[in-house]
């Protein structure tokens, strides 16, 4: 199968390790099989909805944020539909501030969001830095561990009844207080966690690669094969060990 990928502002928006994202998507596809083909799509170029089964956005500092957030929210009405049309999508910190309504920085300039989030964003006096733990149940009943790095000024507000991608275990999440991180909408999911997150996040890896192929195939989201993921799973046991021993701080 040929999966296909809309990598949203590579130029603009790829700190943190953002193609190594789609490098381990690529890599758990081949094993499986099937191909990645990633078009990347930048300031100038038309985003057609359900022409991705997977929409990517990374992160970036305010001042990369500020460089595409116009266009973003023209593309805004494209991403919805794709989203609505189950394509899956991951947002990643810059990326995930600016599909919600939209980031107020410390300057009070406000950078408009798409609003595919239900949450809004507002820059804080300090930086919420450190390692972080997750507990998440994407399906009912499976609940699961992500282990990641945060490092964001910006506070992320969800509305009330949004639904977070999880409870922080350890770390700062959205906004310090509330104890959620990121946010789910269908088969999208928005995440202040990098550093990197699919690598020592295999089951996640997999968990948007069957929603990715399920939108490409217009089947039920499939079990995927098991692969050796021993590696990964240390990875993320030494990332939970530092995130409980020293979890966000400012
Ligand atoms: N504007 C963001 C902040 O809150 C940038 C986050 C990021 O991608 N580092 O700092």
Not at 61 to 88: C, N, P, S
Not at 205 to 228: F, I
Request: charged fraction near 25%.
């Amino acid at each position: 199968m040929r999966i296909r990928v809309g990598h949203l502002y590579p130029d603009y928006l790829n700190i943190y390790a953002d193609r190594g994202n789609i490098a381990v998507l690529r890599r758990r596809a081949e094993l499986r099989g099937h191909e990645l083909d990633v078009e990347s799509i930048g300031l100038p170029d038309a985003l057609e909805p359900g022409a991705h089964d997977l929409l990517y956005i990374g992160g970036g500092q305010d001042r990369e944020q500020a460089l595409i957030a116009d266009d973003l929210t023209g593309k805004g009405d494209a991403i919805a539909k794709a989203v609505a049309g189950g394509a899956a999508l991951l947002a990643v910190c810059g990326g995930y501030q600016l599909l919600g309504r939209g980031y107020r920085g410390r300057d009070g300039s406000f950078m408009p969001g798409t609003g595919l989030f239900p949450h809004e964003t507002v820059a804080g006096t300090d930086r919420m830095i450190g390692d972080v733990l997750l507990e998440c149940e994407l399906e009912p009943g499976e609940r699961r561990l992500i282990a990641g790095f945060e490092n964001h000024a910006g506070r992320t507000l969800l509305d009330p009844g949004a639904v977070p991608l999880g409870r922080v275990v350890y770390g700062f999440g959205n906004d310090g207080f509330s104890g959620f991180e990121g946010c789910r909408v269908g088969r999208a999911i928005g995440t202040y966690l990098h550093g990197p997150l699919l690598p020592r996040n295999p089951w996640l890896a997999d968990w948007l690669l069957a929603q990715t192929l399920a939108h490409a195939t217009g089947a039920d989201p499939a079990r995927l094969s098991p692969l050796d993921d021993d590696l990964e799973i240390e990875a993320q046991r030494v990332a939970a060990e530092r995130a409980k021993a020293r979890g966000g701080r400012r």
